[in-house]
């Protein structure tokens, strides 16, 4: 598969001194000379970005830090496990042939999605485990949903390990048919002390 280069528009260098400025300038340059895509290069970029020393009490680097890590990591969450599909590519999926009965799964919360553009929603391929609805699914996005979580926190609770399910990712131990396991660990998401 053939990459393309990420696009890096240049913008004013407000407040960086001519060092940083020609720092940022080589950085842009590197990029778009690189043979990866957008997400890739934001990737590496954190990567380095943690292996910069941090002098101790310099709050300024530390929030640096801490906007370097969220960089792009709403299109990887929305990426991760095979993507979003549109809901006539997850019919498919399923082996259904009405996009509409995927409208009717949302509504019901038996799946989530995302909106890509005004009307058009993508879902999560990984909510499709061996060709079917993953087991307990729906009830966990009926709880999530219930906590009035954004779909990018969805897709984060799903993708992210959980102490309560010893360091596994909810999405994984659903796979495993724990379905119990992860309505209970839904169930305290989000609680304070959890």
Request: proline share 5%; charged share 30%.
């Amino acid at each position: 598969m053939q990459t393309t280069s990420p696009r890096v528009t240049r913008k004013r260098l407000k407040g960086f001194t001519p060092e940083a400025a020609r720092l940022a300038n080589a950085l842009s340059a590197v990029i778009a000379a690189s043979p990866v895509d957008a997400i890739e290069a934001l990737r590496a970029m954190r990567e380095v970005g943690e292996e910069i020393e941090i002098p101790p009490g310099n709050t300024d680097a530390a929030f640096e830090r801490v906007r370097l890590r969220s960089v792009g990591v709403d299109n990887e969450l929305r990426e991760a496990e095979g993507g979003g599909l549109s809901d006539a590519q997850f019919a498919h999926s399923l082996g259904i042939k009405s996009r509409e009965t995927i409208r009717k799964y949302r509504e019901s919360r038996r799946i989530f999605g995302f909106r890509k553009g005004v009307r058009a929603y993508r879902y999560p391929a990984w909510q499709i485990h061996e060709g079917e609805l993953l087991s307990g699914l729906g009830e966990v996005i009926a709880i999530l949903a219930g906590k009035k979580l954004q779909p990018l926190s969805i897709i984060s609770y799903f993708l992210t390990p959980s102490t309560d399910l010893d360091e596994a990712r909810p999405l994984d131990v659903l796979r495993k048919g724990r379905v119990e396991d992860v309505v209970a660990d839904a169930k305290r998401y989000g609680d304070i002390g959890t």
